[in-house]
């Protein structure tokens, strides 16, 4: 019997208990998409420059072998 009480007990309980309030989920989301800027803003910017450095290389093999 204790077992059913706790059973109705649990399943009647509000979702809102378990999510948190929409302005904490705003603050959470607004962090996020601001460090995956900055990931993908360092990552496009060491992107550019290995893709510079490697054209560079590459200019310079071909400016070597055709002397």
């Given at each position: 019997?204790?077992?059913?009480f706790?059973?109705?007990?649990?399943?009647?309980?509000?979702?809102?208990l378990?999510?948190?309030?929409?302005?904490?989920?705003?603050?959470?989301v607004?962090?996020?998409?601001?460090?995956?800027?900055?990931?993908?803003?360092?990552?496009?910017?060491?992107?550019?420059?290995?893709?510079?450095?490697?054209?560079?290389?590459?200019?310079?093999f071909?400016?070597?072998?055709?002397?």
């Amino acid at each position: 019997m204790l077992d059913l009480f706790f059973a109705m007990a649990l399943s009647a309980a509000p979702l809102t208990l378990y999510l948190p309030p929409v302005r904490s989920l705003n603050l959470f989301v607004e962090t996020m998409e601001f460090f995956v800027r900055e990931i993908t803003g360092l990552h496009a910017h060491r992107a550019a420059l290995l893709l510079r450095v490697g054209f560079r290389r590459i200019i310079s093999f071909l400016f070597q072998s055709s002397r």
